[in-house]
């Protein structure tokens, strides 16, 4: 099953860069290159350390935005999915923030913070946190009351029915969010530095457009898309260690 799997995201993956590749040789835009011309950038940028040089700059808002919106999004998530007032008071402000516009705040974060490493922070914040509150919070009310029930009904005191039923019930919805919440980090942390200041891949992305270097360009949006597949699936080794066995899922009650 796992060489399958295996064997069908290297399948996955060859569709995508043949397609990448055909359709910069026709090609369907005279901005779009081949595969090829991309990864030589790519290895050109990496063998020259200027990748790197990049991502030291990329990653530090990026870092600190995600764990500020891991560790304060699952522990509201909690809080709100285990009460009903701190739910009808917090949530609307978490659907509000996932649903705004994120390009017209930044104007409002530069105003209030600058253009440094803060706002770039809150930008990251901005977008992770409220997938990651939501999906928690999601999780936590929708734990079947049969298994609280159940642990009650052997004495289990409040903190033991959190810690030993309710968090491992939800794991998995919890799981996905902070995936998804970590998926929206690399956009924001991107984004940033396209709105505020060009620092990092988003400079590289700004200058090699700015003179027609578009396998550059190209080079490092794969970079990202390639850095944040790898961190998703570690995540997803982490989760399978942490609550092996456990079902993806709940049972009805």
């Given at each position: ?9 290297i399948l ?25 011309e ?26 600190v935005?995600?764990?500020i ?8 998530g ?20 996932q ?7 930044i104007?409002?974060?530069v105003?209030?913070?600058g253009?440094?490493?803060?706002s ?30 159940m ?40 984004l ?10 988003g ?23 390639l ?27």
């Open positions: 099953m796992i060489h399958r799997s295996l064997l069908l995201k996955s993956a060859a569709v995508v860069f043949g397609a990448w590749e055909i359709a910069g040789r026709i090609p369907v835009s005279y901005a779009f290159p081949t595969f090829l991309s990864m030589d950038s790519l290895l050109r940028m990496t063998l020259d350390g200027s990748i790197f040089h990049a991502y030291a700059e990329t990653l530090k808002p990026l870092i935005g995600v764990a919106s891991t560790v304060l999004g699952i522990g509201l909690l809080w709100i999915g285990l009460s009903e007032k701190f739910e009808w008071l917090f949530s609307p402000i978490f659907i509000v923030m649903a705004a516009p994120l390009a017209a705040l104007p409002l974060l105003m209030a913070y253009i440094g490493l803060t770039k922070v809150f930008v990251v914040c901005i977008m992770a946190m409220p997938v990651i509150v939501l999906n928690t919070s999601s999780a936590v009310r929708n734990t079947p009351e049969s298994l609280k029930e642990g009650r009904s052997f004495l289990a005191k409040d903190r033991d029915v959190l810690l030993k039923i309710i968090i491992p019930a939800a794991s998995p919805v919890i799981f996905s969010g902070l995936r998804l919440g970590v998926s929206a980090g690399f956009i924001g942390a991107i940033s530095e396209l709105k505020i200041t060009p620092t990092g891949v400079d590289i992305i700004s200058y090699s457009r700015s003179i027609a270097d578009y396998p550059s360009m190209y080079a490092a949006i794969f970079s990202i898309i850095l944040a597949v790898l961190f998703l699936n570690l995540l997803e080794k982490i989760e399978n260690i942490l609550f092996e066995g456990n079902d993806r899922g709940y049972v009805t009650d």
